[in-house]
T-cell receptor, first 114, second 113 residues
């Protein structure tokens, strides 16, 4: 069985400050890892993913995440946030079975303050 | 690519009524997933289809929940005899088998009074 833990339910940060959203996963097999973002009353949008290869993955809007197998972590970072980054962020792991369903963490609400 | 669409976007119903939600996946995607998201939580997997075959349904929350994908294109999720605890956002996602990326629809928000 797989599980995902997002250690912070809410992260307030001032505009242009750096931010890190933490994610740890539990799995006995190799996994694929994802970060999704959800804006109010909308579905989830893929932010970035780790499938294999380089452990540092980047999104087009300045976010990055690093897969750390020894610490079973996939923390999301951005060096300078904008007001428009205010949203809920979900870390997810893909199952190793044929279903490939996603198991999500409980989410982190990022609020960027002016 | 018009994305995954879901209808209705919002549904308010009285306890005991039946509701049905529709999901239209991205056209070439043969896998379709249903998730439920309650307030303050991440989405929770319910069931999935590969083409028209429902390959996993043990995660459906009770026998009041059922899903279909009769022609391997759109899918419906039905909840019979709704209860207040069914109030949630119901999300649909689709992907191509072999790809790891699921694309989500905007969801249907259900409120059971």
């Amino acid at each position: 069985a797989q599980s995902v833990t997002q250690l912070d339910s809410q992260v307030p940060v001032f505009e242009e400050a750096p931010v890190e959203l933490r994610c740890n996963y539990s799995s006995s097999v190799s996994v694929y890892l994802f970060w999704y973002v959800q804006y109010p009353n909308q579905g989830l949008q893929l932010l970035l993913k780790y499938l294999s290869g380089s452990t540092l993955v980047e999104s087009i809007n300045g976010f990055e995440a690093e897969f750390n197998k020894s610490q079973t972590s996939f923390h999301l970072r951005k060096p300078s946030v904008h007001i428009s980054d205010t949203a809920e962020y979900f870390c997810a792991v893909s199952s190793s079975g044929s279903a490939r369903q996603l198991t999500f963490g409980s989410g982190t609400q990022l609020t960027v303050l002016p | 690519d018009t994305g995954v669409s879901q209808n209705p976007r919002h549904k308010i119903t009285k306890r005991g009524q039946n509701v049905t939600f529709r999901c239209d996946p991205i056209s070439e995607h043969n896998r379709l997933y249903w998730y439920r998201q309650t307030l303050g939580q991440g989405p929770e997997f319910l069931t999935y289809f590969q083409n028209e075959a429902q390959l996993e349904k043990s995660r459906l929350l009770s026998d009041r929940f059922s899903a279909e994908r009769p022609k391997g294109s759109f899918s419906t999720l039905e909840i019979q005899r709704t209860e207040q605890g069914d109030s949630a956002m119901y999300l649909c996602a689709s992907k191509i088998e072999g790809s790891e990326t699921q694309y989500f629809g905007p969801g249907t928000r259900l409120l059971v009074l």
